[in-house]
């Protein structure tokens, strides 16, 4: 395969928005590029890189926005190394890679041979899938709303709280994650007389919704508040649209991956973060 780098969005959107549609564990990446299209990031700068293949058709996309992870879709491992060299030379400083598993681990192993640095896994989820809503086995008392600006400081608290608890880049970062959601209307909250759970939602790319984060403070869980919030917001998206929604669970919570499959989810698939560990 050989690897292009481009500086040019539009050029790497012309190229790779038919791959990143195609499928849905391309959901990430095509919603950070309808994000970066759409300007809602500000003072972004990503890196773009596209694998075209023998007959020169597209058939790899990666994409970092700093200081998040890099973003890519599948590779085959032999193709790793070259991507990787390619990679360094333009963001030397990439910090973790976020793909299916067997691309992660390729390509932070080809990091690691490359860079005489190490890497570790710090994140296994399961994707999931819904086309029909459940309703919840105990429906929690309370309602879906839209999250307020006047809100903002508790939905940076909260969101904090996800990012420390789930493991996840973000939690420095909360502030502005929270402006730009709430700036797009991507907040929601579910209220039982005053806030009790966050949820986000991304917006619809290739008839696909993601939801996520979904968090709730230790204070009201084991309430089912959070199932009811995700099928409040799946049904939502369905009636505005959507062909489907997706979500992402950690492995490590047995708790999320049973709650989600009772309202419709089906895991379809796996999703790992590889941290990379520079030598000293």
């Not at 890519?72 to 910090?95: C, G, M, Q, R, Y």
Request: with cysteine.
């Amino acid at each position: 395969m050989r690897f292009v780098l481009t500086t040019n969005l539009q050029e790497f959107a012309e190229r790779t928005q038919g791959l990143l549609a195609e499928r849905i564990e391309c959901n990430v990446q095509a919603t950070v590029l309808e994000n970066l299209l759409a300007s809602r990031f500000a003072d972004a700068r990503p890196v773009l890189v596209y694998g075209l293949g023998s007959d020169g058709d597209v058939r790899f996309a990666a994409l970092r926005t700093p200081p998040w992870p890099l973003l890519v879709t599948e590779l085959e491992p032999w193709d790793a190394a070259s991507f990787v060299a390619a990679w360094l030379d333009a963001d030397p400083e990439v910090p973790a890679v976020s793909a299916v598993p067997e691309t992660a681990k390729s390509i932070a192993a080809a990091w690691s041979e490359l860079t005489g640095g190490s890497s570790r896994c710090r994140l296994r989820e399961a994707m999931h899938v819904l086309d029909r809503v459940d309703d919840p086995l105990r429906s929690a008392p309370g309602d879906l709303r839209a999250a307020r600006r006047d809100e903002r400081e508790l939905l940076i608290e909260w969101m904090r709280g996800f990012a420390e608890e789930s493991g996840v880049i973000g939690g420095d970062h909360a502030p502005e994650i929270v402006d730009a959601q709430l700036a797009g209307g991507r907040l929601f909250l579910w209220d039982d007389r005053g806030a009790v759970s966050l949820l986000g939602m991304s917006p619809a790319v290739s008839g696909v919704v993601r939801i996520g984060p979904v968090y709730t403070p230790p204070e009201h869980r084991r309430r089912g508040y959070a199932t009811s919030m995700v099928a409040a917001a799946s049904r939502r998206a369905l009636a505005d649209g959507a062909a489907r929604c997706m979500l992402y669970t950690d492995l490590a919570n047995p708790t999320s991956n049973k709650i989600y499959a009772e309202i419709g989810y089906r895991r379809i698939g796996d999703w790992e973060e590889h941290a990379f560990e520079r030598a000293v």
